[in-house]
C-alpha cells in the first residue's frame, strides 16, 4: 500500500464516523473494503418489490443487440446475442480479434439479473456464453493469457431505496467462476480493469468518487488509491504514454451542480492533473463518454447542466489533452456512448428520461442516432430500422477492421435477422 493510502486510512481510523459527515473537509467517503466472501446470487436475493418486479418482466421481450453499422453508418445489421432476456453492457475485443461482450440476462426464476459473459469468434458467431451464478451485471472485462478473463461488475438494485455495490470475479477460458469477491462501498460498481505489470488494476465508483484498486490475480488487495469528489463515466483512454479518465466532478465551489472533468494518469496510475472543461454556455454537466479520433484527437460526450435545458454535449481534445472545440444538439438529453466513423459523422447513444405510467415515476429512454460534424456544425438524424426496436444503447465500440458496432438490447417487431460480419 502506498503512502497515501496509508495516510488516509490512517484518518479513517481517528475520524471513524465523523469522516462521512467532514465530506467536504476530506473530499472522501469511506474507502471500499474487498471481501472474501463471494458475490451474492439469485438464491440469496429476498424481497419482490411492484416496481423491480414490473421491470425484471419487461425484460422477457428483449435480447442482447450487436448492431453492426459498417464504417460510415450508411447500413446496418443486427445480431442477437445471448438468451430471451439478455442485454449487453460493453465490450472488449481480444488479442486474437475476438471480441468479448459482457452485460446481464434474466434468470430463469426472473427474480433477479445474472452477469453474462459473451465470446463473439472472427465470424462474427458466439463461441462461448457463460451466465454467471451471480446476482448482477458485468459492466468490465479483461482477457487473461491463460484464456479466462478477469470481469468486473455491480450487484442488482434491489429494491427502491437499496444500494448496490461492486464485485469481481475471475473465469476460466470454458466461463466458469474460479473466484468471485464483493467489493463493498462501490455502489457504481468497477467499471474499467486493465493489466499493471504483474497486478490488475481496477476503477470503482462510489458516491461521487473513484478508486483505483490494485489485486494481484486471486483478488486480493494490493493498493487502493483514491481519486477524491470525480466519480469516472467513461473507460480509461490511453493518451501519449498516460491514460484519461472521463466524468465529473462536484467541487465545494460549485455547490450541488457537477462540473465535467477528465483525470490524466501516469503509466502507474498516478495522477498527474485534473481538469475540467465546459460543454457550452456553461460550465456545469458530465462527461459520460469519449473516444479516440483518427487523427489521434479525443471526442467527448455529456450532459449540459444549465437553468434553460439539459442538452446533449461534445467536446473535442487535441492530441495533447486540451479543448479545441465544443457544440451541443438540440435535445434535451445526455450522450451515453459514441465512437467516431468516416465522413465526419459519429454513432451516438442519447439517453432521455420519460414517465412511466405503470411505474408511476420517470425511467431512462435510450435512442441510437448519427451525428454530422462539419464545419464545428452539428446535425443528428435518428437511425430508423425497419421491422425492429432498440430498446437499451448502451455503449459503442469498433472492431479491428474499423466496423462500428453499437451494444445494448431490443426486440423484433416483424422477422427479420441478419448476422453482421466482422
Request: hydrophobic fraction near 40%; charged fraction near 20%; aromatic fraction near 6%.
Amino acid at each position: 500500500m502506498t503512502q497515501s493510502s496509508r495516510l488516509y486510512f490512517a484518518l479513517m481510523v481517528l475520524l471513524g464516523p465523523l469522516s462521512v459527515g467532514c465530506r467536504n473537509q476530506l473530499l472522501l467517503g469511506l474507502p471500499p473494503v474487498i471481501e472474501t466472501a463471494p458475490a451474492p446470487t439469485c438464491e440469496s436475493t429476498t424481497g419482490q418489490s411492484e416496481y423491480r418486479a414490473t421491470r425484471l418482466k419487461r425484460r422477457r421481450a428483449t435480447q442482447g443487440w450487436v448492431l453492426n453499422l459498417g464504417k460510415d453508418g450508411t447500413s446496418y445489421a443486427v445480431k442477437n446475442v445471448g438468451p430471451s432476456g439478455a442485454e449487453v453492457v460493453s465490450a472488449v475485443n481480444t488479442p486474437s480479434g475476438e471480441m468479448v461482450l459482457v452485460g446481464s440476462t434474466l434468470a430463469p426464476t426472473e427474480v433477479c439479473e445474472q452477469p453474462l459473459l459473451i465470446v463473439l469468434g472472427l465470424d462474427g458467431r458466439e463461441r462461448m456464453l457463460s451466465v454467471l451464478p451471480l446476482s448482477g451485471r458485468l459492466l468490465s472485462a479483461l482477457p487473461l493469457g491463460d484464456g479466462g478473463f478477469l470481469v468486473g461488475g455491480v450487484t442488482e438494485k434491489l429494491e427502491r431505496d437499496s444500494l448496490p455495490f461492486g464485485f469481481i470475479a475471475r473465469l476460466t477460458a470454458s466461463g466458469e467462476v474460479s473466484w468471485s469477491r464483493v467489493a463493498q462501498g462501490l455502489r457504481g460498481g468497477v467499471v474499467a480493469i486493465r493489466k499493471q505489470g504483474e497486478r490488475a488494476v481496477l476503477v470503482g465508483v462510489s458516491s461521487g468518487d473513484t478508486w483505483l484498486i490494485e489485486t494481484d490475480w486471486n483478488g486480493n488487495l494490493v493498493s487502493l488509491e483514491p481519486i477524491a469528489e470525480f466519480e469516472s463515466r467513461a473507460q480509461l483512454l490511453e493518451l501519449g504514454g498516460t491514460w484519461l479518465l472521463f466524468g465529473l466532478s462536484q467541487s465545494f465551489s460549485s455547490g450541488a451542480r457537477t462540473l465535467p472533468a477528465v483525470v490524466r494518469l501516469d503509466a502507474d496510475g498516478k495522477v498527474i492533473k485534473r481538469q475540467y472543461f465546459r460543454l457550452g454556455v456553461t460550465n456545469y454537466g458530465t462527461f459520460d463518454t469519449a473516444a479516440r479520433l483518427p487523427n489521434s484527437e479525443i471526442l467527448a460526450g455529456g450532459r449540459l447542466d444549465d437553468d434553460m435545458l439539459n442538452s446533449a454535449c461534445f467536446t473535442r481534445l487535441n492530441a495533447r489533452g486540451e479543448e479545441s472545440w465544443h457544440g451541443c444538439l438540440h435535445a434535451s438529453a445526455s450522450i451515453t456512448a459514441l465512437m467516431p466513423m468516416l465522413s465526419e459523422r459519429a454513432a451516438v447513444c442519447l439517453q432521455t428520461e420519460i414517465y412511466d405510467r405503470e411505474l408511476r415515476m420517470s425511467v431512462p429512454a435510450s435512442e441510437l442516432q448519427l451525428v454530422w460534424f462539419r464545419n464545428k456544425k452539428l446535425a443528428a438524424f435518428p437511425l430508423e430500422m425497419s421491422g425492429a426496436k432498440m430498446t437499451a444503447c448502451n455503449s459503442i465500440t469498433m472492431l479491428p477492421n474499423g466496423n462500428v458496432v453499437v451494444l445494448g438490447a431490443g426486440q423484433w417487431l416483424a422477422m427479420a435477422n441478419e448476422v453482421p460480419s466482422q
